[in-house]
């Protein structure tokens, strides 16, 4: 039977957002159509969905029910998809038909902490103009001193860990090099994890992290009613941080005022943000919570996945010898010092997009319908929640020959056998639509600059068998139990 439905049109790509066009069509399907898993017939799917593995619990119902399914926390409804058009069309009309889930603003709002990535209408999209202008290409190539500096700091490291034979635990030590950068990056604040250094801002940053991924999972908000030791410690975390930020704020409002030629060449995220000509309208709450979102989304994403390129060239000694002999031949010296000379790394960029594409760091996206709407036949009522499951699709044998099997040259044109199949497309791991990681490129270059000088000046060996290396989700998917063991190379 068909009936006339009001959709938006979803192919138009200029406009997707306001025209409707009134086409024919069968009676759209109901959520309540949808396949789901088995589970508990009070608490629903719940109990199944365990924090630190949520990504491969959503991967198991995938094989169980399809790309598109529901699932019932308490009573709370989520429809889970898999599926790349359905994704891509969610993720492309934001923001005004569908949000990030409101209970992510809910609770980086409550702390204070009011940035890009919470933000909605209005306030995202100046936000996101500004913010996303600040990490452009010609901006990163003005932090490239920073990345430099930090990554012949964590080579120095990784010497001392390959002279005296010690085994070195991948993931601490990567977060160790990108908290450094992104402190540096995003306002100028100097920290030196890398040589242990304790530092008072990042032991506040450490209580913060863990505890906003918790409550943003948790039920039921008893922060609200009781605030038990962990919550007060919270509170104070917040302060300190808040204090320090504004304090380099007010700092960098100055020095751009005495040195006007910083508006043409910002040294960092602040800078770039107060010379911007609409970011310099910006409340110093604002750019807070906009420096507080760099933290937050550039220091694990880029972390993990720099240590998930490292857990299969550790499987790969010909990668590493191949990685070697380009960065031989394109920079002299320990690390390739200008963003020419990276962007000539096309083996090594090669390698990072190939671990993103098997390891997304972020494998969902939670959001919600702002509005009813009908996409692909499914009728979605306004604030129905949904988590857009993205690495499904990345290894899928129809997107990608081989899709199991970890081959960089998939992405060197002309070069790979693997090319049967290759939907570059598919590829949501920094997600899609207006909402892109503004960070993508800056992310990228902190991974090639690392993984090519530490390929050029030592050997790899995985120090556990692969197996042991557990995919584990704390707000973003980590490898557990990662080992590895450096040997120079000789001259
Ligand atoms: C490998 C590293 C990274 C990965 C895998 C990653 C992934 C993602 C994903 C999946 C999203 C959600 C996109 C969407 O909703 O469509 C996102 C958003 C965002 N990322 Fe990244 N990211 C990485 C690094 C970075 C870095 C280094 C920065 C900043 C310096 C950054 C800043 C942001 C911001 C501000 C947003 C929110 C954008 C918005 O809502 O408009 N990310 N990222």
Not at 437 to 457: F, H, T
Request: hydrophobic share 40%; aromatic share 10%; with cysteine.
């Amino acid at each position: 039977m068909y009936s006339f439905t009001k959709v938006p049109i979803l192919w138009k790509l200029n406009d997707p957002f306001k025209t409707t066009i009134m086409i024919p069509t069968t009676h759209p399907k109901t959520i309540n159509e949808l396949p789901s898993p088995k589970g508990h017939f009070l608490l629903g799917h719940a109990t199944q969905f365990k924090a630190s593995e949520k990504h491969l619990v959503l991967e198991r119902w995938i094989k169980e029910c399809g790309e598109l399914f529901k699932i019932n926390f308490l009573g709370t409804v989520f429809i889970v998809s898999a599926s790349t058009t359905f994704n891509q069309q969610v993720l492309k009309l934001r923001p005004t038909t569908f949000r990030r889930l409101s209970k992510m603003d809910e609770i980086l709002s409550e702390l204070g902490i009011t940035g890009v990535f919470n933000a909605e209408n209005d306030a995202w999209k100046r936000q996101r103009k500004v913010t996303s202008e600040a990490l452009n290409l010609q901006k990163i190539k003005g932090f490239y001193p920073i990345i430099i500096t930090k990554t012949k700091k964590v080579l120095q490291k990784y010497r001392e860990y390959a002279q005296n034979g010690q085994v070195m635990a991948v993931q601490k030590e990567a977060m160790k090099f990108t908290i450094d950068i992104t402190t540096a990056i995003a306002f100028g604040y100097e920290l030196d994890t890398i040589n242990n250094k304790e530092d008072e801002f990042q032991k506040h940053l450490e209580i913060i992290f863990p505890m906003i991924s918790t409550r943003i999972t948790a039920p039921i908000p008893l922060w609200r009613y009781l605030k038990q030791k962990k919550d007060k410690q919270l509170d104070t975390a917040i302060i300190y941080i808040e204090t320090v930020i504004h304090q380099f704020i007010a700092d960098a409002k100055r020095k751009i005022q005495d040195t006007p030629e910083l508006k043409e060449n910002p040294s960092n995220f602040l800078e770039a943000l107060l010379a911007d000509k609409e970011g310099s309208n910006f409340s110093d709450k604002e750019i807070y919570g906009n420096i507080f979102t760099m933290l937050l989304a550039g220091e694990d994403t880029t972390a993990n996945s720099i240590s998930w390129a490292l857990f299969y060239l550790a499987q790969h000694p010909e990668m590493v010898t191949t990685i070697r002999k380009e960065a031989i031949a394109i920079y002299e010296g320990e690390v390739p010092e200008t963003p020419q000379a990276v962007s000539q790394l096309h083996y090594t960029h090669a390698v990072a997009q190939e671990a993103i594409r098997m390891k997304s760091t972020a494998p969902q996206l939670y959001v919600e319908a702002n509005e009813d709407v009908t996409i692909e036949g499914l009728y979605i009522p306004k604030g129905t929640k949904m988590m857009i499951q993205t690495r499904h699709a990345q290894l899928q044998e129809k997107h990608f020959t081989n899709a199991e099997h970890f081959i960089p040259e998939r992405w060197i044109k002309g070069g790979c056998p693997m090319h049967a199949n290759h939907t570059p497309s598919a590829i949501k791991a920094f997600g899609a639509g207006p909402r892109f990681c503004p960070g993508m490129n800056l992310a990228i270059q902190e991974i090639v600059i690392l993984v090519s000088a530490l390929c050029k000046q030592f050997d790899i060996a995985l120090n556990v068998s692969p197996e042991e290396v557990e995919e584990q989700f704390a707000f973003t998917m980590y490898p557990k139990n990662l080992m590895i063991q450096l040997k120079e190379v000789e001259e």
